[in-house]
């Protein structure tokens, strides 16, 4: 069975709203405690303010004028008429000598916690929770000669504290979760936006194929990360491409170059099995078959060679190689070639280097540069050969004074199979000389440069750690 993964932007959105839900409950309920002590604190504060004033003023009066007009006394000493609170007055032994009450609902008895700690001289703050409504109330002894005499208290109805922590907690239970389904709404359609160029990605994925490398993701003027994502995939398709062509037109080259051979030997077959011929006519067809066969063999030969050159295949076995006995060497191979051509092939001064390399390989990559050098030059022209040793690496110089390469073909000649125009007609060839110079000279960690000029001749300079 598939796995079934979460999608990335359902994953995102519960990411982004669980965070938001942990940062908004945490915030709220510290703003709901602080809220709710400091609404306390405020009431106690107003409760002791007026228990105080009581006290201090009951202290000198004598309480039997006071008890007569309780109200009275209280609007003149509070300076108002006390809203929403009760206050009594009690004796020692808790008998309420004055009381007023705008409160509606009982009145409960003082506590008996509360009674003892005034008789002691303290003050006590005391919440009463299962009065209708709950009351805070605050209970003062009144000192007179250090003796307490009598007691105050003065309560007030907590009914508008609960209803403002009432409607404070309904407003968060509301919004705390209307803005989660918010975010969650609105995150989701933002991630789905944001990721939708990764699905176009996908679906152009699915149509491509060997045959269909024309598609391409367009995803507009992005240039975000998703938008580098789709450049990148559209340069990969763009190589994939070029390199399926060339695949393709190798394929072609190839057929068409061994075609030609084949053509030649099916020719002069056909010529010699038309009528009865002598020895001697059908040994001259057969060493020009054979000429072609060989032909058809080093193409072949080189091909693999490429090829395997291509999957790293080729080990090359490294030994100590004299350059100056190679050069010498290999030019010696070439003197009846270029003597045959009319070309002077001169060895000039040759700096001797020894390379750590694989001999046979630059034999031939030498070989083919030099045999370059004296095909594409006219009868008479010359050839030099010369070599120095600077910077750790040795320069192989191969300058011929012939036809030049035109400067739109000097960047394609070390292509497979790709041979100028001229060069075509010319000189026999296959086009896979200088590739495979190349290939062997990068090989031994070396480069091949050219600097050419169409009719003036060509300058190939081999260049090759030591
Ligand atoms: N010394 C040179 N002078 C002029 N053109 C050259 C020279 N060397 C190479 N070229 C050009 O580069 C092409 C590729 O060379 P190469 O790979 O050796 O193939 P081939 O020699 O079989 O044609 C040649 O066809 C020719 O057009
Ligand atoms: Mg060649």
Redesign the pocket.
């Known amino acids: 069975m598939k796995q079934f993964d979460v999608p990335i932007k359902v994953r995102l959105t519960l990411w982004y709203s669980g965070i938001l839900a942990v940062i908004l409950i945490v915030f709220s309920s510290g703003v709901f405690i602080y809220f709710k002590n400091s609404l306390q604190q405020s009431i106690d504060v107003k409760l002791r303010s007026i228990a105080e004033v009581l006290s201090s003023s009951l202290t000198d009066i004598h309480s039997a004028s006071v008890f007569g007009n309780f109200e009275r006394y209280l609007e003149n000493v509070l300076g108002r008429k006390p809203k929403g609170k009760f206050i009594q007055i009690m004796d020692r032994s808790g008998k309420i000598g004055a009381k007023m009450s705008d409160i509606e609902g009982e009145v409960v008895p003082t506590s008996f916690s509360a009674m003892e700690k005034a008789l002691k001289g303290e003050l006590s703050y005391e919440t009463i929770e299962y009065a209708q409504p709950r009351l805070r109330i605050i209970t003062v002894p009144i000192v007179e000669k250090n003796k307490v005499t009598s007691i105050v208290q003065v309560g007030t109805s907590l009914n508008d504290f609960d209803e403002t922590m009432r409607r404070l907690f309904i407003i968060m239970i509301i919004s705390i979760p209307t803005s989660i389904i918010v975010t969650i709404i609105v995150g989701y359609f933002m991630a789905r936006k944001a990721l939708k160029p990764v699905d176009q990605i996908r679906r152009t994925a699915v149509k491509i194929s060997s045959t269909n490398l024309d598609e391409t993701i367009d995803i507009g003027k992005r240039r975000d990360e998703l938008g580098r994502l789709a450049e990148t995939f559209n340069d990969m398709i763009t190589r994939l491409r070029d390199a399926f062509h060339r695949v393709n037109q190798f394929s072609i080259d190839v057929s068409h170059e061994l075609k030609t051979p084949l053509t030649i030997l099916k020719g002069e077959t056909e010529v010699a099995l038309r009528r009865d011929k002598d020895k001697d006519e059908y040994r001259k067809t057969l060493l020009s078959n054979l000429e072609e066969i060989d032909r058809m063999t080093m193409i072949i030969d080189d091909l693999l060679m490429l090829s395997k050159s291509d999957s790293q295949e080729i080990k090359l076995s490294y030994e100590e190689v004299p350059v100056r006995d190679l050069i010498v060497d290999v030019c010696m191979d070439m003197k009846l070639f270029a003597d045959t051509k009319g070309i002077e092939l001169v060895v000039q001064e040759l700096d001797d280097a020894r390379l750590k390399g694989d001999e046979l390989k630059l034999r031939r990559m030498l070989w ?2 030099i ?3 004296i ?3 006219h009868r008479g022209g010359k050839v030099e050969i010369s070599s120095h040793v600077n910077d750790g690496y040795i320069w192989i110089d ?1 300058k ?1 004074n ?4 035109a400067e739109k ?1 000097i960047k394609y ?2 292509d497979r199979f ?7 007609k010319r ?11 190349k290939w062997i000279a990068e090989a031994h960690k070396g480069i091949i440069e ?1 600097k ?1 000029k169409p009719a003036e ?2 300058l ?1 300079t081999i260049k090759l750690p030591i």
Do not use: P, W
């Not at 012939?402 to 390469?405: A, D, L, Q, R, Y």
């Open positions: 083919n540069i045999q370059n050098g095909k594409y030059t191969v011929d012939g036809v030049g390469i073909d000649i070390f790709y041979r100028g125009d001229k060069s075509r000189e026999s060839g296959s086009g896979l000389g200088l590739s495979i110079s050219v050419s001749g060509s190939f």
